[in-house]
C-alpha cells in the first residue's frame, strides 16, 4: 500500500544543526503533502504540509521543499532542538480520496545536546 | 476531552482471541479514520467512516477486521481470532468532513498477541 518512499530510516544531528529528511512518490495524482511529527506514546500530530503550487513553505524552523518535476519532497528542521527528537513522518493524498493519506515509513530523528 | 481518545492504551491477548479497541473522535467531526501502525512502518490506513457509514473499507487486510461506529461519535475495531501478525499500533483519527486533510489522531492502542 506504501506509494511514498521515505529516507532516512534515522537521523542524529547536533543541536543547532540541519535536519533534512526525504521523501518520493509515484502517483501524480497526490496534490496534498503533509509532514507529521510523533513523539513515543503519542499520536502523529500534524507539523506542516504543502500543495505543488508552490516549490517551498515555511513556518518558523520548519521548511517544506517540494519539486514537483522529480516528484520529491523534503523537510528542513532548521537549528535543531533536543525537543525536536521524534519520528517524523511524510505522506501524500489524491484530491478524490483525501481521506486515505499514504505515509513514508517514517524517520526517527535524534538532536544530540 | 479536546482530543482523540482510543482505550485500552495497552492490550496483550492470546492467538485466536477477539479484541476491540475503542475511540472517542473530537466532538463535533463527522469524519473519523482508523489506521495500523506496525513496527519500523508507517501508518496504514484501514477503513473511513462518514458519520455512522463507512463507505471505504478498502484497506481492513481480512475478514476478521470489522468497525463499527455509533450516533456518529464513538468507533470500535474489532478483531476476531486474533493472530501474531496483528500486534500493531491501531490509530484513530479524527476530522471535519470537509477538511479531511487536516486528521487529529489520538495515542493508539498498542495490541501484543502472544
Known amino acids: 500500500q506504501q506509494q511514498v518512499k521515505q529516507s532516512p530510516q534515522s537521523l542524529i544531528v547536533q543541536k543547532g544543526g540541519i535536519s533534512i529528511i526525504n521523501c518520493a512518490y509515484e502517483n501524480t495524482a497526490f496534490d496534498y503533502f503533509p509532514w507529521y511529527q510523533q513523539f513515543p506514546g503519542k499520536g502523529p500530530a500534524l507539523l506542516i504540509a504543502i500543495r505543488p503550487d508552490v516549490s517551498e513553505k515555511k513556518e518558523g524552523r520548519f521548511t517544506i521543499s517540494f519539486n514537483k518535476s522529480a516528484k520529491q519532497f523534503s523537510l528542513h528542521i532548521m537549528d535543531s532542538q533536543p525537543g525536536d527528537s521524534a519520528t517524523y513522518f511524510c505522506a501524500a493524498s489524491t484530491p478524490l480520496l483525501r481521506y486515505d493519506m499514504r505515509f513514508g515509513a517514517g524517520t526517527r530523528l535524534t538532536v544530540k545536546p | 476531552g479536546a482530543g482523540v481518545s482510543q482505550s485500552p492504551s495497552n492490550k496483550v491477548t492470546e492467538k ?7 475511540c472517542d473522535p473530537i466532538s463535533g467531526h463527522t469524519a473519523l479514520y482508523w489506521y495500523r501502525q506496525s513496527l519500523g512502518q508507517g501508518l496504514e490506513f484501514l477503513i473511513y467512516f462518514q458519520g455512522n457509514s463507512a463507505p471505504d473499507k478498502s484497506g ?39 477538511r479531511q486533510e487536516t486528521q487529529y489522531f489520538g495515542p493508539g492502542t498498542r495490541l501484543l498477541v502472544l
Open chain 2, 16 to 22: 485466536g482471541k477477539d479484541v476491540e479497541l475503542r
Open chain 2, 60 to 98: 481492513l487486510p481480512s475478514d476478521r477486521f470489522s468497525a463499527e461506529r455509533t450516533g456518529g461519535s464513538v468507533s470500535t475495531l474489532t478483531i476476531q481470532r486474533t493472530q501474531q501478525e496483528d500486534s500493531a499500533v491501531y490509530l484513530c483519527a479524527s476530522s471535519l468532513l470537509d
